[in-house]
């Protein structure tokens, strides 16, 4: 257990990172704290007109190895992890000349940030830190006698308790530096050992480790009664996790997994190649289309389905505009996210407070790695990032109507799209936007029916005499088992079919296609998403 408060007399700093390091020094040094350190931090805080003291003055080495072999030494740690009231460890302090260290402050070679720019295998590795962690874990470990902080923003936090404390820290400040000190150990070799992993090409290690930094705490879960926090994980993929929210209230759970799934599919659309816009509700697309202006793509997929984009999440793959925030404005959304955003686009939006406007500065690489984790009772499933991509040179024409241009591109729109949809899930396109979507169902046919359903109700809405699905074109995320989904879609309006193929009754669904004269194309690749 921590003992009493422990007055700060004699602190070791060895930072990477400077920042804030003077101000630290010089307060410490104020309040009549001996200074060691090390290296740059050493002729950082001499250079400041500040006291300090080499540790290898303490140890009497010098700093050797290029600066690998500095603070791994008896009079370090012996000062680390000194039992205070042992009398056995102060008999072997004052024998061997060994003082105690009352405060450590420490951060770590960047080597998450060398791995971030690509820096080569050897240079990766010479950033990997030992002494460092060798000492925090020390200190925390030591945690009844000593202050370890391995952040900066615990700096003041530190000053407050010694302030509070008469230059002693309390034990409950230092069990929670103890706490951080081991989790940011933690995910500095859980940083480590999965880019080695990466690197020498084992891709399902005996141990696998994740770590993240806290970025917000969630007023709740999914659910008011479930608490819940969101972290980071450092990798710097834009989305939801590295925006910067311009306006409206703090981000809930719901919002920052519906926002994250809204980006990631309207990635799926080359900016370069026009606007779009992807609405999104409950993790589902409600809407995603493409037009010749950020306003026509916004438009197109709000008529896609209006009830449900009401309350939903926008994502746009362009600058957003004041003409499309205007648009936006006319209903209830809880976020919208995209790369820019115009000035006049920002005053339009001033207007509605609540509103969250998230910019990322860029676009998600959909063609990238990277995996993704779930938890199941006792344990984890990790698979690669879904993106499997298809162009229409790999799609195989089985029907004997091979289908038109526009079809065609609208079939790549629609199996962009189905990547993104829970299964089982039918997308109808035309005219690069949707125009149904059926996710979710248990059979296939269901899927179907529901979109082309939802599309009648919007074409009333809309006062059309036909429905929205008449001339589409469908994507279904896996193969149609039965002909029955493929005669709902044909029911609805559609001329073709984009689908994996890979069924007993491919044959069967073939024949049926030609005798309804639609054409259909093969992937040999499916999406499942759940």
């Known amino acids: 257990m921590p003992h ?4 700060i007399q004699r602190a070791l700093l060895s930072v990477s990172d400077k920042t804030g390091l003077i101000d630290l020094a010089s307060a410490l ?3 009549g704290v001996e200074l060691l350190s090390t290296g740059g931090t050493a002729r950082a805080i001499r250079d400041a007109g500040l006291p300090v003291r080499d540790v290898s003055e303490v140890t009497q080495f010098p700093e050797m190895m290029d600066g690998r072999v500095k603070t791994l030494h008896p009079m370090v740690h012996g000062g680390l992890l000194a039992l205070r009231d042992s009398a056995d460890h102060v008999a072997a302090m004052d024998e061997h000349g060994i003082r105690a260290i009352d405060l450590l402050v420490v951060n770590l070679y960047p080597f998450e940030a060398t791995v971030a720019k690509g820096a080569g295998y050897d240079e990766c590795v010479e950033n990997i830190d030992i002494g460092g962690p060798a000492m925090i874990r020390a200190a925390a470990k030591n945690h009844g006698f000593v202050s370890v902080v391995v952040d900066v923003e615990d700096y003041e936090k530190l000053l407050g308790d010694m302030d509070q404390h008469g230059g002693a820290t309390c034990p409950k400040f230092r069990k929670k530096l103890a706490q ?3 989790a940011r150990t933690a995910a500095y070799d859980a940083a480590v050992s999965s880019w080695m992993a990466e690197t020498v090409g084992i891709t399902a290690p005996k141990r696998k480790a994740i770590a993240g930094e806290l970025a917000q705490t969630l007023r709740y879960g999914e659910n008011p009664h479930q608490f819940a926090s969101f972290y980071t994980d450092g990798s710097g993929r834009p989305g939801v996790s590295t925006a910067v929210q311009l306006q409206g209230k703090a981000l809930s759970y719901n919002n920052i997994n519906d926002t994250d799934a809204a980006f990631e599919l309207v990635a799926e659309f080359d900016p370069a190649q026009g606007p779009a816009c992807a609405i999104i509700k409950h993790a589902n697309p409600c809407g995603v289309a493409r037009g ?9 997929a709000f008529d896609c389905d209006r009830t449900s984009a009401f309350g939903g999440i926008i994502a746009l793959n362009q600058t957003l505009d ?3 925030a205007k648009q936006i404005c006319q209903i209830f959304t809880e976020v919208v996210i995209a790369p820019e955003v115009s000035e006049e686009a920002k005053a339009v939006f001033a207007a509605k407070k609540n509103l969250r406007l998230l910019t990322t500065g860029g676009l998600p690489d959909v063609s990238s790695g990277g995996q993704v984790w779930k938890q199941v009772s006792g344990g984890y499933l990790i698979q690669d990032r879904d993106n499997g991509f298809i162009g229409s040179d790999d799609l195989t024409v089985v029907t004997k109507r091979a289908p038109s241009g526009q079809e065609l591109a609208d079939m790549m729109v629609a199996w962009k799209i189905a990547k993104h949809v829970k299964s089982n899930a039918i997308i109808y396109v035309k005219d690069g936007a949707t125009v149904g979507v ?7 046919v269901d899927s179907t029916r529901i979109a082309a359903r939802k599309s009648q109700d919007m074409a009333d809405v809309l006062g059309l005499t036909e429905p929205l699905t008449k001339g589409s074109v469908v994507a279904s995320d896996a193969f149609f088992p039965f002909s029955d989904g493929l005669i709902a879609a044909a029911e ?3 001329t073709a079919l984009i689908q994996p193929g890979g069924s007993m009754r491919d044959d069967e669904v073939i024949s049926t296609a ?3 004269g639609l054409a259909m194309v093969f992937t040999g690749m499916r999406h499942f998403r759940h």
């Open 438 to 444: 059926g996710a979710g169902q248990m059979s296939r």
């Open 180 to 182: 951080k000190a081991y």
């Open 514 to 516: 030609d005798d309804l």
């Open 292 to 300: 010749a202006t950020m306003a026509e793509a916004y438009q197109a």
């Open 4 to 7: 009493d408060h422990i007055a």
């Open 29 to 31: 040094n104020e309040r």
């Open 322 to 324: 004041a003409e499309t």
């Open 492 to 494: 609805a309006g559609a």
